[in-house]
């Protein structure tokens, strides 16, 4: 045992969160702060799809400039999707989710009112900004802590409380929205500050984190001292002292970046259609008020919960491969049935079947990018993952999407393009990526 792990040790949420096989307090008080993350993760931005069509009237703006000022509020975004998992291997896990938090629950409300289009964009770009590590990190954190035949059920669950969000958003959408305007509706998530100190006072810093640091002090004191590293450690170091970027494309990590990124891009372009568009499309193409589309949002994240969950559990009982590819392909097909109806009630049932799996897929896949890069780098490797995948799926993709619209007078066709990329990431996940339940961090990559 190092310094630094002994100094942590010394608490009991440390002790108890070291624990490889039995699930402790900590483990619980760390998992329910990423979910309550997610879950405020996923209220915010429906936040900003359900008040979308409400906005853009009050500052007189149409689609092509919603997407435009949507892009580059992302950019913010992509920044932060790197900057805070990058850092997170220089400093720590712990104290930067609390930061960036507190950020967060700072900004919502300074965008919920601001007086002018600009000012709402500049205003998005500092909230995105804040917003963009806070599940990255947690993730790392649940991974890094709890037992590893548990880790991809947990990680999904955590994942699932989004849609809890994204349920909260459509009642918050309904009962304050729909009555007192979008900008009330944007206030209500501020009580997220609250996370900030819970996570703070609950959560210890990673063990496996806190070795590594150990292990990179014990290396810089042997090699001052003039002594010979032993193999495990020369090999290790060799690896550890070039700059993260180049790690990731090092002979060892190449496969494991590219399919990471992959994922992740598929990921945000899928999501990145529905989260920005279905509210409208349901509005200005079904003829839904913004009463009827919230509460469809209510039920469609709800369903999508038990897709993670269900998602999770398959993940550890089966494996990471076909929990990864039912889902995608459940949701798939209903996607597609659903783009083809008009009647308002198959709306309802095919939406909410096709959340099952467009939601579910996104707990073996946040699993997937958690679990590949070893310690030293698997803040900076999951960083670049997503922050491509945010400037693909989110600033690129979009051009796309909205070409279609503009082309067709439908998002339908934008919609369709979802199961095609489902379908190439199962594809791609079954016949590259190798199984990782079960298995240690270390197991995986060192």
Not at 299 to 316: E, K, Y
Not at 358 to 366: N, Q, R
């Amino acid at each position: 045992m190092g310094p630094l792990e002994e100094l942590h040790s010394q608490k009991e949420n440390f002790r108890n969160a070291s624990q490889d096989q039995v699930v402790t307090k900590t483990h619980w008080h760390i998992a329910v702060a990423n979910g309550l993350g997610w879950g405020f993760d996923g209220m915010d931005g429906v936040i900003f799809a359900l008040a979308a069509p409400l906005f853009m009237v009050e500052f007189g703006v149409g689609i092509p400039e919603l997407r435009s000022g949507g892009q580059i509020a992302l950019i913010a975004s992509v920044v932060g999707i790197y900057f805070w998992p990058w850092l997170a291997d220089k400093v720590g896990r712990r104290t930067l989710l609390a930061v960036n938090i507190a950020m967060f629950s700072f900004f919502m409300p300074v965008a919920a009112w601001a007086p002018t289009w600009t000012t709402f964009i500049i205003a998005r770009m500092f909230l995105n900004f804040a917003l963009s590590g806070e599940w990255a990190l947690g993730s790392m954190l649940v991974a890094e802590t709890w037992p590893a035949r548990l880790r991809g059920r947990v990680l999904s669950i955590n994942r699932g409380t989004w849609c809890l969000g994204a349920s909260m958003a459509g009642l918050i959408s309904t009962y304050v929205i729909a009555v007192y305007g979008w900008r009330w509706g944007m206030t209500v998530p501020v009580v997220i500050a609250v996370l900030g100190i819970y996570v703070r006072s609950s959560c210890p810093e990673s063990p496996y984190w806190v070795r590594t640091q150990d292990r990179k002090r014990r290396i810089k004191e042997t090699l001052a001292q003039g002594r010979t590293l032993d193999a495990a450690d020369a090999a290790w170091n060799k690896k550890a002292e070039k700059f993260s970027y180049m790690q990731l494309f090092a002979p060892d990590m190449l496969k494991s970046t590219l399919v990471g990124t992959f994922v992740a891009c598929c990921s945000t372009c899928i999501f990145g259609t529905v989260g920005a568009w279905m509210p409208l499309y349901l509005k200005t193409e079904m003829g839904w008020s913004v009463a009827q589309y919230s509460t469809f949002y209510v039920a469609w994240g709800l369903v999508g919960a038990l897709g993670l969950v269900t998602s999770g559990i398959l993940a550890d009982m089966i494996g990471r491969r076909p929990a990864f590819v039912i889902m995608l392909i459940e949701g798939a097909v209903f996607i597609t049935l659903w783009v083809f109806t008009k009647d308002f009630t198959l709306l309802w049932v095919y939406g909410l079947l096709w959340s099952v799996g467009f939601l579910g897929f996104w707990g073996p896949s946040t699993t997937l990018t958690a679990e590949i890069f070893p310690t030293r780098i698997r803040g900076s490797g999951n960083g670049f993952c997503w922050s491509v995948a945010w400037v693909v799926g989110f600033m690129l993709w979009p051009f796309a999407t909205v070409a279609m619209q503009q082309a067709t007078g439908s998002f339908a066709a934008a919609f369709l393009a979802i199961p095609i990329f489902m379908i190439a990431m199962a594809i791609g996940v079954w016949l590259v990526v190798p199984e990782h339940a079960g298995k240690e961090l270390n197991e995986i990559s060192v």
